[in-house]
């Protein structure tokens, strides 16, 4: 990510300023943290402006890509500009498998940079989302982010499930801190861990 503010400034940079970013860690995320930091503590808000500069760079990327081959005729340039208007509405399209990665992506972070607010947000939009099929993904993401909401969610949903699961592979690989919570009580979570 490169961005250009009063912090590449600060750091003695002039310009444009790159972000290394952990393999884990999805641009649209990352760019949704940073809009949630500096423009106003409001995660929707953020996640448009996210969306939106995300799609910018991608459209900016494909088009020095297509300039780089050769000059393009004003035609082309229509076609480009529409094709960048498309994809920034794409991206407010996202499937919920597409949005449930970012919004993991996104807990993760808010859990790293301690953004209580923002983990809490994330942890319910998760909820929202949450499936037979992917309760025991979100189950062990919410255990390893200290979510206890969305954890209590998840253990809730497992235990509803449990005659279906318990013999199956995913249950058989499930983090064993999440497995005693299903199979015991739900004293403190943060105990468990």
């Given at each position: 990510i490169s961005f250009t503010s009063g912090l590449s400034n600060c750091i003695g940079s002039s310009g444009r300023t790159r972000l290394e970013l952990e393999d884990?860690?999805?641009?649209?995320a990352m760019l949704?943290?940073?809009?949630y930091l500096y423009q106003g503590f409001d995660a929707q808000q953020s996640q448009k402006v996210a969306f939106r500069l995300h799609s910018e760079m991608e459209a900016?990327?494909?088009?020095?890509?297509?300039q780089a081959s050769r000059p393009a005729s004003k035609f082309e340039q229509a076609a480009r500009a529409k094709?960048?208007?498309?994809?920034?509405?794409a991206m407010f399209r996202?499937?919920?498998?597409?949005l449930g990665e970012h919004l993991c992506c996104l807990l993760r972070l808010a859990d790293m940079y301690n953004l209580e607010h923002l983990k809490d947000w994330s942890s319910?939009?998760?909820a929202g989302l949450l499936t037979a099929e992917n309760v025991m993904a979100l189950s062990t993401h919410a255990y390893f982010c200290s979510a206890q909401d969305l954890l209590r969610v998840c253990i809730?949903?497992?235990r509803l499930i449990y005659s279906e699961v318990a013999r199956s592979a995913e249950?058989?690989?499930?983090?064993?801190?999440?497995?005693d919570l299903v199979l015991g009580g739900l004293p403190s979570i943060s105990e468990a861990q």
């Amino acid at each position: 990510i490169s961005f250009t503010s009063g912090l590449s400034n600060c750091i003695g940079s002039s310009g444009r300023t790159r972000l290394e970013l952990e393999d884990w860690v999805t641009v649209p995320a990352m760019l949704w943290v940073l809009a949630y930091l500096y423009q106003g503590f409001d995660a929707q808000q953020s996640q448009k402006v996210a969306f939106r500069l995300h799609s910018e760079m991608e459209a900016e990327r494909t088009e020095r890509t297509a300039q780089a081959s050769r000059p393009a005729s004003k035609f082309e340039q229509a076609a480009r500009a529409k094709e960048k208007t498309k994809a920034i509405r794409a991206m407010f399209r996202e499937t919920n498998e597409a949005l449930g990665e970012h919004l993991c992506c996104l807990l993760r972070l808010a859990d790293m940079y301690n953004l209580e607010h923002l983990k809490d947000w994330s942890s319910q939009q998760l909820a929202g989302l949450l499936t037979a099929e992917n309760v025991m993904a979100l189950s062990t993401h919410a255990y390893f982010c200290s979510a206890q909401d969305l954890l209590r969610v998840c253990i809730y949903n497992l235990r509803l499930i449990y005659s279906e699961v318990a013999r199956s592979a995913e249950w058989e690989s499930l983090e064993p801190g999440v497995k005693d919570l299903v199979l015991g009580g739900l004293p403190s979570i943060s105990e468990a861990q």
